[in-house]
């Protein structure tokens, strides 16, 4: 959203400038000024969209190709996460409500932190391509289940059992957020080490 603005917020300037150049600079028509100033903002837009893509691959580390993958695979995501959501919400459980709701509150944020990071993509394919899918099919099932009239004491099993996975998937799947920041943690134990160490050092020169 904040990309749109800043894009705009170069075109407007172009196309009013290429207006007043065209209409009073070249004698243009009004509507020929206009037509002008238009495709010059377009074009402002297109090309500061396009600099800004390359300047986002470059600080990521990621080819046009790997984009795309990723992108893909994000959009997909996107439309099992919003089914998942509207699963879990529409189960009326109410002793797994909270572990529903921190599935919820995963699976988005781990969604959110590859479209700001698409290199953490590749530390997240199995919440990808096998605990997002696992998660909605059980999921929906479960919904389906439970919406019946009457159930017997086999359904009752398979609703019980079917949490109990869930709530396994869950635990799976925080797995795959912590695998994600990985990296970051490592980092953070590095820098906790080398600050005890110069407070060590700092402490005996004294």
């Known amino acids: 959203m904040l990309s749109f603005f800043v894009r ?6 172009v196309a009013s400038l290429a207006w007043l150049i065209s209409f009073f600079a070249f004698e243009q028509s009004f509507w020929n000024s206009t037509a002008i100033s ?12 396009i600099y800004g893509k390359h300047r986002f691959l470059k600080k990521h580390r990621l080819s046009r190709k790997e984009y795309n993958y990723i992108a893909k695979n994000l959009q997909e995501a996107k439309r099992k996460i919003f089914r998942l959501n509207k699963a879990l919400l529409s189960i009326r459980h109410i002793p797994s409500f909270t572990q529903r709701i921190q599935l919820i509150r995963v699976t988005r944020k781990i969604q959110s932190m590859i479209k700001k990071e698409p290199k953490r993509f590749y530390l997240a394919e199995s919440f990808y391509f096998s605990h997002l899918d696992s998660a909605l099919e059980l ?8 919406s019946q009239p009457r159930r017997n004491p086999e359904m009752e099993q398979a609703l019980l059992e079917t949490r109990r996975t869930l709530d396994e998937l869950n ?8 695998q994600m920041l990985s990296k970051d943690m490592d980092h953070l134990q590095f820098e906790l080490d080398v600050a005890k160490r110069i407070m060590d050092e700092s402490g005996k020169v004294k």
């Open 38 to 49: 238009l495709g010059g903002g377009l074009a402002a837009y297109g090309l500061s969209a």
């Open 8 to 13: 705009l917020f170069l075109a407007v300037p």
């Open 139 to 146: 999921s929906e099932k479960y919904v389906l289940l439970a």
């Open 171 to 178: 635990q799976l799947i925080e797995k795959d957020l912590y």
